[in-house]
Every structure is written in structure tokens, then in C-alpha cells.
């Protein structure tokens, strides 16, 4: 098939199902409860695709990332409660936290491995104890509260919010998964692979590590932007150092370096904390076992690196055999 | 092509290359040969910008002389010195043909002629194009490595031991390619420890021991010196 054709296919197919979806969301043919997972699980997967590409595109562990996703989040709540309109306080939210991420660049060009996780662990705190300290703009320790919604109109605000919401993860998506495939993945992907050989073909090494972690703290704050009038309150724990792990968590079982992997982590996690939520506390012990059955039985992760496409599925019911890798 | 004076690299108290001069004329094959640890992979990187160094490089290119001071590594893979680094260092996770795609990565034309003329040199490779590199075997990362690098179009290439870890008639192959290349036009500066074999394609040569240059001149004279026939080409 021509990339043309697929393309458009492609686009059409998830422009439709995107607007049945809402149309369903709406008119409550899907429920309140189902459709608020699916935002969720949207909403991981934002931020865990922000994690993929500083960290299983690019190789730099980063276990901050709620950090900039807390700078997303709170910078929505501050700017709507001030009456700015959702699609605006999207600006700052995303500029803050694509600066931060530009600031912890800088020193992160001198570490890597362990160092580098240190560091981007002491940024997370450092964010997390901003929240906290700066009560008068965040509300402090007790959590924001009273965030304005997507909409004033309650049954506009569900549908608006699912749209923004799949749209933002739409785009999220569609934006990482080209960044790979074009040359400046191809760089981004040789960082992680080798730097002295990345170095030896000319590859500038410093620009692709500033420029990735700029663009995976845009994305986080992005995913963080659309809580805030999602959930209407915001607490500081949402944004510690566990709540890094848990992205960290969902990359590794989705694995490293495959976008669909994630995704199918981010939806699967999400849906199967609900389910489970009649066990209680031990709900707390699943994460945990769920990353020990799969390092002994998968330590790829469910993709492992490899993407899941519609296309490579056709091409080999037809007997030909294509498969896109990314590491 | 290549003019390099007084150029010293230091690990800390470690003086790994202590103020050496060599140069390379345009066209020709030289060869840089020593023992582990001689200096002559620290030699490599310094040219290429990978690690600190004092002392003067100028690079010739078309009659223009640059003077590589400051100039960071992916400006020189611009000027067109581009290196084949030690132990091939193929990006293993990821395609051949990506592999290739990133030899590429500065430049902004059609790589169509290029992609050819390295499946001409090495047709294996063109079998293997959606492979994983990583699953090559050593002496086709070798031809990888050396493809990866000849899409940038260099003007000199740097090839750091190319032949290790090859068997016999893999070497000779290698070096067979390392001529053909060099008889298209590219320069070659080549790092290695098997003397005998560089020392047969190279016009001139510099024998590197302990961070200074020990020996050098045409590269038949000295498969010819004693010295050199004790300490490299066992006996
Ligand atoms: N990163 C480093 N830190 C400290 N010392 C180093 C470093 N790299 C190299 N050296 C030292 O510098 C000296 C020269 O090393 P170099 O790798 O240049 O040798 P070489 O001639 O390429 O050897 P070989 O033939 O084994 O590859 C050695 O004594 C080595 O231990
Ligand atoms: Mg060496």
C-alpha cells in the first residue's frame, strides 16, 4: 500500500473512532467510571511515553519525572483558578516544564547511570518540596483544591475533557512515534546505543540529550497539565519520588524503547488497579510482583523494544514478513 | 592532508601520547602501528575530538587549512575526517540499514550512490539490511563499522585496528577493501598491531612506542628494520 493511502486510513480510522468514542462518552452509552479510567489510563500514557523517550529512546534513566509533571499539573490549577481557559494555561504548564527540563539537562550532560538517576531523583524532591513550601500559590501540604474543570457546564466539561484528553494523547503519540523514525531519532537512538560511536558519525551528542529531556519534561508536563482540571484537586504526594517509580514501573513492563508497549502498560496498569481494588491493601503488592514474575519471565518487557502494528499483522496473515524495531 | 605537531593527551597523571609529529599526504595509506597501550587508540580520539588533547592538528581539505583547535568532533566528521573506531562499536539494537543511515547523519543529500558504493564493497551487508547489528558476526560488524562510516563521505578515514579479532583470510579481505577505498580517493590513517599486513598496504609508516614515535619512514623500510622485525613482526 502507499504510505499515502495508509496514512490517510490511518489518520481517518482514529479521527472516527475518536469522535464515536466521544459521542459515547456523552451521551453516557459508556459509563462515568469506564470513561474516567480511560482518561487515566490516557493520561499514563502520556507521561509514561514522556518517560520512553528520555529514557528507553535516549538511555538516560530519569527517575524525576513526576517532577515535571507536577510542574504541568500545578501551573494548569494556578492559571485556571485565575480564569485563564484550559487550551491557554496549556502554554505555561508545557513551557515550565520544558525549561526545568532544559535545567536538568545541563548538569545530566556530565553523568550518566547511576549519577544520573541521583540527580534527576534529587530534582523530583526538589519540585515536590517546592509544592509544599509555596502554599500560598499551591496550597501546601493539604493539596489544591477546587480546580476549575475543562468546562463550566458539567455534562460539556465529560465530553471536552475526553476530547482533550484522547486528542492530547493522540498527538503524543503520533509525535514520538515520528520523532523515531526520523534522522533525529535515529540520533537520539545512537546516544543510547554507543556515545563514542554516536560522537565518531557526527552526532552531537549534548544538543540530542538537551533537546530530549526538554521534549520528555514538555510531554510530562503536558500529561500533568490535563489532571489538573481532570481530577479538580491536586495533592503533592501525586508528584514524589514513588510516583516516579510507578512511571519507571510501566516502561519496564511495556518495555524500554517500544511505544505500543507502553501504551498497552499505561491502559493495562491503570485498569487493573481498578479491578483489583477489592483486594485492598494488597492491591500494593501487584506492581511489585507483576515487575518480579516479569524479569524472571520476560526482562524485556511485553514488547521488548518491539513495536505491535496493525500493518506488519496484515503483512504477515499475507506471508510476507515486516517488522519495525527500535531497539 | 594531515598535519599533526606536538599533540599530548593526558589521563590524569597517566601521559598516554607525550608530544608526537606525523603527517599524512593527500591519497596516501599511513599506518600507525605499536604494541597495548603504545597510544595510538588515544591518538585516534584526539584527531577526532573525542577527548582533550594539546598540541596542533591542521587539516587540509581542497587547498583550505583548518586548524582543528576547539573544533568539536561532529564539525570534523563534517570537514570530512571521520573515524572506524576501536572494536567496531556498531549500534547493536539497532538495523544494519539504520546503522548506515546514521554514517549519514550530517548530511542532508541523496545517500542513494552512497548506500551502492557500500554494497558494492560489501555485499553482505545489503543481505542484512533489516537485521539487527547486533547479530552480525565480528568480521561484518567490522565491514559495518567501515560502511557506517564511508556514508559520511570522508576525505580521510581513521581506521582503528580493523583487523582484530579476524580470521586470517577475513583480514586480508578487510585490508582488500581498506585499498580499494583509499584507491577511490579517500586518505587512510591506519591504526594497527598486526605490522605485517599494514606495513604491506601502507606507503609510509610510524611506529608509536610508549606515547613518543619511535620509528618512521617508507612503510617497505621498515617491514625491512630489525628493530621493527624483533619487536612486531616476530622476528
Ligand atoms: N580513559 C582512560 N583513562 C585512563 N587511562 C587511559 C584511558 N584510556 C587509555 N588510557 C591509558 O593510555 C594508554 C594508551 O592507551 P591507548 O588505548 O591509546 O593504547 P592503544 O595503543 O590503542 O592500545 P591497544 O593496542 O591495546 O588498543 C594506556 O596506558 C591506557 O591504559
Ligand atoms: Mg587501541
Redesign the interface.
Known amino acids: 500500500m502507499k504510505t499515502s493511502t495508509r496514512f490517510w486510513l490511518l489518520a481517518s480510522s482514529i479521527l472516527v473512532s475518536l469522535a464515536v468514542l466521544t459521542f459515547l462518552v456523552h451521551y453516557r452509552l459508556i459509563d462515568r467510571y469506564l470513561s474516567r479510567l480511560l482518561m487515566l489510563g490516557a493520561i499514563q500514557s502520556i507521561i509514561a511515553l514522556s518517560l520512553n523517550l528520555i529514557t528507553g529512546f535516549t538511555g538516560q534513566l530519569s527517575l524525576g519525572q513526576a517532577g515535571f509533571v507536577g510542574i504541568g499539573a500545578y501551573t494548569t490549577a494556578i492559571f485556571t483558578t485565575q480564569g485563564w481557559p484550559f487550551p491557554l494555561a496549556l502554554i505555561p504548564s508545557v513551557g515550565f516544564a520544558a525549561l526545568a527540563g532544559f535545567l536538568v539537562a545541563w548538569p545530566s550532560l556530565r553523568l550518566r547511570g547511576d549519577y544520573l538517576a541521583i540527580m534527576t531523583l534529587g530534582f523530583g524532591e526538589i519540585i515536590r518540596s517546592l509544592i509544599i513550601n509555596l502554599g500560598d500559590l499551591t496550597g501546601g501540604a493539604s493539596g489544591f483544591k477546587d480546580i476549575p474543570g475543562f468546562h463550566a457546564d458539567g455534562d460539556i466539561n465529560r465530553s471536552i475533557g475526553f476530547l482533550w484528553i484522547f486528542l492530547s494523547f493522540i498527538l503524543v503519540t503520533v509525535l514520538i512515534t515520528n520523532l523515531i523514525r526520523s534522522?533525529h531519532g535515529?540520533?537520539i537512538?545512537?546516544v543510547?546505543?554507543?556515545e563514542?560511536?554516536?560522537?565518531?558519525?557526527?552526532?552531537?551528542i549534548r544538543r540530542v540529550k538537551i533537546g530530549a529531556f526538554a521534549l520528555s519534561a514538555a510531554l510530562a508536563g503536558w500529561g500533568g497539565a490535563l489532571q489538573a482540571p481532570f481530577l479538580n484537586y491536586l495533592a503533592p504526594t501525586s508528584y514524589d519520588f514513588l510516583k516516579s517509580v510507578d512511571i519507571v514501573v510501566i516502561l519496564v513492563l511495556g518495555g524500554m524503547?517500544s511505544i505500543t508497549g507502553t501504551i498497552l502498560a499505561a491502559f493495562g496498569l491503570t485498569l487493573l488497579q481498578e479491578w483489583l481494588r477489592f483486594l485492598g491493601d494488597y492491591r500494593m503488592v501487584i506492581y511489585p510482583l507483576l515487575m518480579i514474575l516479569m524479569m524472571l519471565f520476560r526482562p524485556q518487557g511485553l514488547m521488548g523494544?518491539r513495536e505491535w502494528s496493525l500493518w506488519n499483522l496484515i503483512a504477515r496473515l499475507g506471508g510476507k514478513n515486516r517488522?519495525v524495531?527500535h531497539? | 592532508m594531515l598535519r599533526v605537531t606536538g599533540l599530548e593527551v593526558s589521563y590524569g597523571s597517566i601521559r598516554a601520547v607525550q608530544g608526537i609529529d606525523f603527517d599524512v599526504r593527500e591519497g596516501e595509506i599511513v599506518t600507525l602501528i605499536g604494541a597495548n597501550g603504545a597510544g595510538k587508540t588515544s591518538t585516534l580520539h584526539a584527531l577526532?575530538g573525542?577527548i582533550p588533547s594539546t598540541g596542533s592538528v591542521e587539516l587540509e581539505i581542497d587547498g583550505n587549512r583548518h586548524n582543528l583547535r576547539g573544533i568539536?568532533?561532529?564539525l570534523r566528521?563534517?570537514l570530512g575526517l571521520?573515524?572506524v573506531?576501536e572494536g567496531r562499536?556498531?549500534?547493536?539494537?539497532?538495523?544494519v540499514r539504520?546503522n548506515l543511515?546514521?554514517?549519514a547523519?550530517?548530511r542532508k543529500d541523496d545517500l542513494t550512490k552512497d548506500l551502492e558504493n557500500v554494497f558494492r564493497l560489501f555485499p553482505r551487508l545489503k543481505e542484512r539490511l533489516?537485521q539487527?547489528s547486533s547479530t552480525l558476526s565480528g568480521g561484518e560488524q567490522q565491514m559495518l563499522a567501515i560502511g557506517?562510516?564511508l556514508m559520511?563521505r570522508p576525505r580521510i578515514l581513521l581506521l582503528d585496528e580493523p583487523s582484530m579479532g579476524l580470521a586470517p583470510l577475513l583480514v586480508r579481505e578487510i585490508f582488500r577493501i581498506i585499498q580499494a577505498i583509499n584507491a577511490e580517493g579517500v586518505t587512510i590513517l591506519l591504526v594497527e598491531q598486526n605490522a605485517h599486513m599494514a606495513l604491506k598496504i601502507a606507503q609510509r609508516a610510524f611506529v608509536l612506542e610508549t606515547g613518543k614515535i619511535a620509528l618512521s619512514g617508507p612503510a617497505d623500510e621498515l617491514a625491512r628494520s630489525e628493530t621493527v622485525k624483533r619487536a612486531y613482526l616476530g622476528g
Open positions: 534522522s535515529r540520533a537512538l545512537s543510547r546505543e554507543d563514542i560511536a554516536a560522537r565518531a558519525m557526527g552526532v552531537d524503547g523494544g517488522e524495531r531497539g | 577526532s573525542l568539536a568532533p561532529d566528521v563534517g571521520v573515524q573506531p562499536r556498531v549500534f547493536g539494537n539497532l538495523s539504520d543511515l546514521l554514517g547523519y550530517r533489516n539487527r557506517r562510516a559520511s
